[in-house]
């Protein structure tokens, strides 16, 4: 079984700077991509970002392009959030997910546990 780690998440102020990194252990998996969504309080799971191992562009919510970059280590099997210019609306559970099967379907993603981004003004 795959197991997906998060890190890095934390309190800041509208401006700073924070780096998530979630790291996919485990034993005979492939991965074809690697990403990131949000929950915040009382709204749906969004898509933030996301990045495949195969090459091309990332992909990126219109709501945080310019801000946030994804980027990868595919020897460590890790992805990483930089986000910059964070703002309140920000503020959300950020949850790492991963296509461990090559359907390239969300709803056939793993996820990690969450960590809790807060962003105040």
């Known amino acids: 079984q795959v197991q997906l780690v998060e890190s890095g998440g934390g309190s800041v102020q509208t401006g700073d700077s924070l780096r998530l990194s979630c790291a996919a252990s485990g034993r005979n998996f492939r991965t074809y991509a690697m990403g990131w969504f949000r929950q915040a309080p009382g709204k749906e799971r969004e898509f933030v970002a996301a990045?495949?191992?195969?090459?091309?562009?990332?992909h990126y919510a219109a709501s945080v392009e310019g801000r946030f970059t994804i980027s990868s280590d595919h020897a460590k099997n890790t992805v990483y959030l930089q986000m910059n210019s964070l703002k309140p609306e920000d503020t959300a559970v950020y949850y790492c997910?991963?296509?461990?099967?090559?359907?390239?379907?969300?709803?056939?993603?793993?996820w990690g546990q969450g960590t809790q981004v807060s962003v105040s003004s």
């Open positions: 997910g991963a296509d461990f099967s090559g359907t390239r379907r969300v709803g056939d993603w793993s």
């Open positions: 990045i495949s191992w195969s090459g091309g562009a990332p």
